[in-house]
């Protein structure tokens, strides 16, 4: 029973509904109905743009995202480069200190060789001196020993050793003197026994 009050019920709001329907609300139901197609259309447009939109923004927001790791990496690049750089400068410097104190240790050398080729400059002068001076002298006294005495002398001896070969009218004879176990009286007077009287 309670199924067939049901069913009547159901019944009756089909029949008001029809009613409603073929009564002159029909017109305002087709304008409900525009508007809602309206709406729904408009609804779509809607999605459709802000899509559009949510897209545009999601390529923005990844082409920032891109730059900006472009733009790390690039400055993670200069870091290095600087570093680079740097450990370079700090090379150049240290070279640079050894340079400089070699450059300075070859200044004092230079300096040094300077006043050594002064000293053997002055040495030089003096020995071009006493070389016009004395040598020529020397040689002139040791000719005209030569002359007298007719000894001629070796000079390559030991100090203590008069060596040398007495040239007489008649004979050559070798002279060998060892003047530390001889009185200078006593070698004079052997050197003049060479020499001839007349």
């Not at 508007?35 to 899509?51: A, C, G, P, R």
């Not at 390529?59 to 450990?87: H, M, T, Y």
């Not at 070279?95 to 080729?117: A, H, P, R, V, Y």
């Not at 200078?184 to 020499?195: A, C, I, M």
Request: hydrophobic residues 35%; proline residues 2%.
């Amino acid at each position: 029973m309670a199924q067939g009050h049901k069913f009547q019920d159901l019944e009756e709001m089909g029949e008001a509904l029809l009613e409603y329907i073929n009564s002159s609300q029909t017109e305002k139901l087709r304008l409900m109905k525009a508007e809602h197609q309206t709406l729904f259309d408009q609804h779509i447009e809607t999605k459709k743009i802000v899509t559009k939109i949510l897209k545009e923004e999601a390529q923005i927001a990844e082409c920032f995202g891109q730059q900006l790791l472009d733009i790390e990496e690039e400055k993670q690049q200069r870091n290095r480069e600087l570093q680079s750089v740097e450990e370079q400068l700090r090379q150049c410097m240290a070279k640079s200190q050894i340079t400089d104190s070699e450059l300075q240790f070859l200044k004092g050398e230079l300096e040094s060789l300077k006043n050594t080729e002064q000293h053997l400059e002055t040495l030089q002068c003096e020995v071009d001196e006493d070389t016009t001076e004395v040598i020529p002298s020397a040689v002139y006294v040791a000719k005209l020993y030569y002359l007298i005495t007719k000894i001629k002398w070796e000079y390559d001896t030991p100090p203590n050793i008069l060596k040398g070969v007495h040239y007489g009218a008649d004979l050559a004879t070798p002279i060998n003197i060892d003047t530390s176990t001889r009185s200078r009286s006593n070698v004079s007077d052997q050197l003049w026994g060479f020499v001839s009287t007349e």
